[in-house]
């Protein structure tokens, strides 16, 4: 097995992770997923991801709640009970370990540091969407080597649509999860009836739901898009008293980058609502 293959088997794992985080997440089944035994699998999982399996999973869990709590505010208890923890002191506990402070602290600092900008965004129903994807993970503005494996397959693969906006997955908020550890998906779309030949590793079939999303237009460089995730999620969501999808937020490149100077790139941010 090359070490490819067997990232893109942890790979697996970690989306499993990602849609039961809420659920039992069981080593053995994590194991099996990845198809190594328990004794090995959390071997390779330290040394391939970083921390051990249960490591990630506290983290995640921690993590999101840290999103509910800066994006939605709400009663610590509920957002600790929503995210595996059976009290509310545990939590707190693990909440003050992980970021330094006490989750209403936390929450309340997020909602002191929001203001009354006004935010152009506006809701837009989107179609379900098939993608080839490349996984990279560290630091958002190092992403370039995911996209390079990404187009080195993709014009060769019939059915990919070049002639559409690139796109990316965003799974990790950077002032919540360490740099190093933000997941990030360079995605191109596929037609919908498109038969994919084998992939070769790294390159993984994706989908984004159809439904209605909350859009922003982010101008300029990548540099300052988090601006515009707190302007969307932060200001003129919370507005809106609708509920989000707990899905990756979607980048669409609308104007890509090298195609314009930096300063007239045009990138949409969109959420879907649930």
Do not use: N
């Given at each position: 097995?090359?070490?490819?293959?067997?990232?893109?088997?942890?790979?697996r794992?970690?989306?499993v992770?990602h849609t039961k985080?809420?659920?039992?997440?069981?080593?053995?089944?994590?194991?099996?997923?990845?198809?190594?035994?328990l004794?090995?699998?959390?071997?390779v999982?330290?040394?391939m991801?970083g921390?051990?399996?249960?490591?990630?999973i506290?983290?995640?869990?921690?993590?999101?709640a840290?999103?509910?709590?800066?994006?939605?505010?709400?009663?610590?208890?509920a957002?600790?009970?929503?995210?595996?923890y059976?009290?509310h002191?545990?939590?707190?506990?693990?909440?003050?370990?992980?970021?330094?402070?006490p989750p209403?602290?936390y929450r309340?600092?997020?909602r002191?540091?929001s203001?009354?900008?006004?935010v152009?965004?506006a809701?837009?129903v989107?179609?379900?969407r098939?993608?080839?994807t490349?996984r990279?993970?560290g630091?958002?503005?190092?992403?370039?080597p995911?996209?390079?494996?990404?187009?080195r397959?993709?014009?060769?693969?019939p059915?990919?649509?070049?002639?559409?906006?690139?796109?990316?997955?965003?799974?990790?908020?950077?002032e919540?999860?360490?740099?190093?550890r933000?997941?990030?998906?360079?995605?191109v779309?596929?037609?919908?009836?498109?038969?994919?030949?084998?992939?070769?590793?790294?390159m993984?079939?994706?989908?984004?739901?159809g439904?209605?999303?909350a859009?922003?237009?982010?101008?300029?460089?990548?540099?300052t898009?988090l601006?515009?995730?707190?302007?969307?999620?932060?200001?003129?969501?919370?507005?809106?008293?609708?509920d989000l999808?707990?899905?990756?937020?979607?980048?669409?490149?609308?104007?890509?980058?090298g195609?314009?100077?930096?300063?007239?790139?045009r990138?949409e941010?969109c959420?879907r609502?649930a």
């Amino acid at each position: 097995m090359t070490h490819t293959t067997w990232a893109d088997r942890i790979l697996r794992v970690l989306d499993v992770i990602h849609t039961k985080l809420d659920g039992d997440l069981d080593p053995a089944a994590l194991a099996a997923t990845a198809g190594f035994s328990l004794h090995h699998f959390h071997r390779v999982f330290r040394g391939m991801v970083g921390e051990s399996v249960m490591q990630y999973i506290r983290r995640q869990r921690l993590e999101r709640a840290a999103f509910r709590l800066r994006h939605a505010g709400g009663e610590v208890s509920a957002t600790a009970f929503a995210h595996g923890y059976d009290s509310h002191e545990a939590f707190t506990r693990a909440f003050r370990a992980h970021f330094g402070v006490p989750p209403r602290e936390y929450r309340d600092q997020q909602r002191a540091a929001s203001d009354d900008a006004m935010v152009s965004a506006a809701r837009r129903v989107e179609p379900p969407r098939r993608l080839l994807t490349c996984r990279f993970t560290g630091p958002y503005d190092a992403c370039a080597p995911a996209w390079e494996q990404l187009m080195r397959v993709a014009v060769g693969v019939p059915g990919v649509r070049l002639d559409r906006p690139t796109l990316g997955l965003v799974y990790d908020d950077p002032e919540i999860t360490a740099p190093e550890r933000c997941r990030y998906d360079a995605a191109v779309e596929l037609e919908a009836s498109t038969v994919l030949p084998t992939l070769p590793p790294g390159m993984v079939e994706r989908s984004i739901a159809g439904g209605t999303y909350a859009v922003l237009v982010h101008a300029g460089a990548y540099d300052t898009i988090l601006d515009s995730y707190v302007a969307l999620l932060g200001r003129w969501l919370p507005r809106q008293g609708w509920d989000l999808a707990d899905e990756p937020v979607v980048e669409r490149y609308v104007v890509p980058f090298g195609s314009v100077p930096p300063d007239e790139l045009r990138t949409e941010v969109c959420v879907r609502l649930a």
